[in-house]
């Protein structure tokens, strides 16, 4: 696994041993980053970015990498994804060591975020539920979502699903809120 482009392209990165984190592919992240990009509503130097289930932290660091303004991480546990922003240097990042679904009020609000929950366990829907309540989002962020392919995202009608990419064993939902 590595950085695909940008201050950091090809820097290979920690990766986990066993089968606790599942890392969301070189040629997946590559295909979301060209569709992000296309989608594009102000410089990407400007973006706050949200890399929740951040495992390795690999789509944050690709974010920082590509100039985004900041990231910050959220896990229950941190160790990979802190290693990997050692190991690239990055400084503008922010990590918020929690369950996803119990975030606290939000300082800031966010441009885009990326949400990469274990497949087939029903956590997506609520931790978008909490983003919502908690004051992460604005009408334009952007929510990219990983599912796996045959899994269902039941959103409520807070969200709409803008685009949807299959991408091997993974789905990719793009989503903004209604309001």
């Known amino acids: 696994m590595r950085i695909i482009s940008g201050s950091k392209r090809g820097k290979i990165l920690f990766t986990p041993k ?3 984190i599942r ?3 070189d040629r997946t992240r590559e295909a979301l980053y060209s569709i992000i990009f296309s989608r594009l509503e102000k410089s990407f130097n400007e973006y706050k970015v949200l890399d929740i289930f951040s495992g ?3 789509f944050g660091l690709e974010a920082l990498s590509r100039g985004a303004k900041e990231v910050s991480f959220v896990d229950i546990d941190l160790t990979l994804t802190q290693k990997n922003v050692n190991l690239c240097g990055f400084t503008n990042v ?3 060591k929690s369950d996803a679904r119990k975030l606290l009020k939000a300082k800031t609000d966010f441009d885009l975020i990326f949400i990469d929950a ?3 366990k029903g956590l997506s ?3 978008l539920e909490n983003l919502l309540k908690q004051g992460y989002l604005t009408p334009k962020t952007l929510l990219i979502v990983e ?3 045959e899994e269902i995202l039941n959103t409520t009608s807070d969200f709409v699903i803008e685009d949807e990419r299959i991408y091997g064993a993974s789905k990719i939902l793009f989503l903004k809120t209604t309001s």
């Open 18 to 20: 066993g089968n606790n």
């Open 94 to 96: 922010t990590f918020i």
């Open 125 to 127: 829907e609520p931790v």
């Open 56 to 58: 390795t932290g690999a």
């Open 118 to 120: 274990p497949y087939n």
């Open 147 to 149: 599912v796996a392919r």
């Open 23 to 25: 890392p969301t592919t």
